[in-house]
């Protein structure tokens, strides 16, 4: 009777201690979260609740499972699996716990700052740092518990060493356009050339960056597309950053008009619209004629606003308003195909006209 109570006794008091302790764990970061509302990394590190338990589920049974005198065959492949889970489960918490001082981080910064552009560049930084400390504990956790599991690869791992050299050699011109796409990550991230959040105009195309990766940047352009690229094109071609140096931002719009057009009338009317956007930041407005053709002339409409959507809208509104006031008021000041009827066409008129008279 001994030998099937023992074992369950030390199994099933394991089990219900280590989760006593997760939930003491949790009611302790519940009560530190009510008494500092301002501080929300207490409520961000109650995600690490669930690796934590098999954490401490891992190292409890496997400092108690001696006690349980099973004498089995494979109480040696059985403590290894325990301590397997619990190097696995430390990687899982230090991965969550990660994330959780990042975001704190994040929301601490953002909260105390009113400036957008040092938020997003905080923004990048974390997350490729999370990124990097993710893929190192994963590499590591599944080495280590490679060699827990399969010992015979303990010596094989010895004798690779010897070839260190040899094989990082190998490796680096294996994965050459790998390693300057992480080395790029870590320059954009560290030296604020593309922030996420970031205006750019890549390839011809306007967007945001919506992901930054040690490998590969996410640009969401303006119709929802995704343009994905290697994070190195930033810096090795040039790209539009209209978020550099702030969010503001001053659009264009060109009208071609005919040579009657009343200018002064136009910037006037510019001027009064104007005031009536919203999404018309007040710093700058001006309207010039830009250039001249035999036929036409060149008008220049230009606008300041908060940011790159802002703009976008303005400058359609200010296009479709000036042109509707032109039409409206100064008709003849919109652009003219000049024509001209060819002596051919006075003939086939005439012949034409001739026909219906029976001539």
């Given at each position: 009777?001994?030998?099937?109570?023992?074992?369950?006794?030390?199994?099933f008091?394991?089990?219900?201690?280590?989760?006593?302790?997760?939930?003491?764990?949790?009611?302790?970061?519940?009560?530190?979260?009510?008494?500092?509302?301002?501080?929300?990394?207490?409520?961000?590190?109650?995600?690490?609740?669930?690796?934590?338990?098999?954490?401490?589920?891992?190292?409890?049974?496997?400092?108690?499972?001696?006690?349980?005198?099973?004498?089995?065959?494979?109480?040696?492949?059985?403590?290894?699996?325990?301590?397997?889970?619990?190097?696995?489960?430390?990687?899982?918490?230090?991965?969550?716990?990660?994330?959780?001082?990042?975001?704190?981080?994040?929301?601490?910064?953002?909260?105390?700052?009113?400036?957008?552009?040092r938020?997003?560049?905080?923004?990048?930084?974390?997350?490729?740092?999370?990124?990097?400390?993710?893929?190192?504990?994963?590499?590591?956790?599944?080495?280590?518990?490679?060699?827990?599991?399969?010992?015979?690869?303990?010596?094989?791992?010895?004798?690779?060493?010897?070839?260190?050299?040899?094989?990082?050699?190998?490796?680096?011109?294996?994965?050459?356009?790998?390693?300057?796409?992480?080395?790029?990550?870590?320059?954009?991230?560290?030296?604020?050339?593309?922030?996420?959040?970031?205006?750019?105009?890549?390839?011809?195309?306007?967007?945001?960056?919506?992901?930054?990766?040690?490998?590969?940047?996410?640009?969401?352009?303006?119709?929802?597309?995704?343009?994905?690229?290697?994070?190195?094109?930033?810096?090795?071609?040039?790209?539009e950053?209209?978020?550099?140096?702030?969010?503001?931002?001053?659009?264009?719009?060109?009208?071609?008009l005919?040579?009657?057009?009343?200018v002064?009338?136009?910037?006037?009317?510019?001027?009064?619209?104007?005031?009536?956007?919203?999404?018309?930041?007040?710093?700058?407005?001006g309207?010039q004629?830009?250039?001249?053709?035999?036929?036409?002339?060149?008008?220049?409409a230009?606008?300041?606003?908060?940011?790159?959507?802002?703009?976008?809208?303005?400058?359609?509104?200010?296009?479709?308003?000036?042109?509707?006031?032109?039409?409206?008021?100064?008709?003849?000041?919109l652009?003219?195909?000049?024509?001209?009827?060819?002596?051919?066409?006075?003939?086939?008129?005439r012949?034409?006209?001739?026909?219906?008279?029976?001539?």
């Amino acid at each position: 009777m001994e030998e099937v109570l023992r074992p369950l006794i030390v199994v099933f008091g394991t089990v219900a201690l280590t989760v006593t302790a997760g939930l003491l764990i949790d009611r302790l970061l519940r009560f530190s979260a009510r008494r500092r509302p301002g501080n929300q990394l207490p409520t961000l590190l109650r995600r690490v609740q669930l690796p934590l338990q098999v954490l401490l589920g891992a190292l409890a049974l496997h400092a108690t499972y001696p006690l349980a005198h099973l004498d089995l065959r494979q109480d040696a492949m059985i403590r290894t699996v325990l301590a397997t889970a619990a190097i696995m489960s430390a990687a899982w918490v230090v991965i969550r716990a990660a994330d959780a001082v990042a975001e704190n981080t994040l929301r601490s910064y953002a909260r105390r700052t009113q400036d957008i552009t040092r938020v997003r560049q905080l923004r990048t930084q974390l997350g490729l740092v999370r990124r990097i400390i993710t893929s190192v504990l994963v590499v590591t956790t599944a080495a280590v518990v490679i060699l827990l599991l399969v010992p015979s690869l303990r010596t094989l791992g010895t004798s690779l060493l010897a070839s260190a050299g040899v094989i990082g050699i190998i490796a680096g011109v294996a994965a050459q356009s790998t390693l300057s796409n992480l080395i790029a990550g870590l320059q954009i991230a560290f030296g604020d050339s593309v922030k996420i959040g970031d205006t750019v105009v890549v390839e011809g195309e306007w967007g945001i960056v919506e992901e930054i990766t040690l490998a590969f940047l996410t640009v969401r352009i303006w119709d929802d597309r995704r343009l994905t690229m290697p994070v190195s094109y930033f810096n090795n071609k040039p790209y539009e950053n209209w978020s550099r140096g702030g969010p503001q931002i001053t659009g264009t719009v060109y009208l071609y008009l005919d040579h009657s057009t009343p200018v002064p009338l136009l910037r006037e009317h510019l001027q009064e619209y104007l005031r009536t956007r919203a999404d018309w930041d007040g710093r700058d407005w001006g309207l010039q004629v830009t250039d001249s053709t035999p036929t036409n002339i060149v008008v220049r409409a230009t606008m300041s606003a908060a940011n790159a959507d802002d703009v976008w809208n303005l400058r359609c509104a200010v296009r479709e308003e000036m042109l509707d006031w032109l039409g409206r008021n100064h008709p003849h000041a919109l652009p003219k195909i000049s024509t001209a009827i060819t002596d051919s066409a006075i003939g086939d008129h005439r012949l034409a006209l001739a026909g219906d008279r029976g001539d």
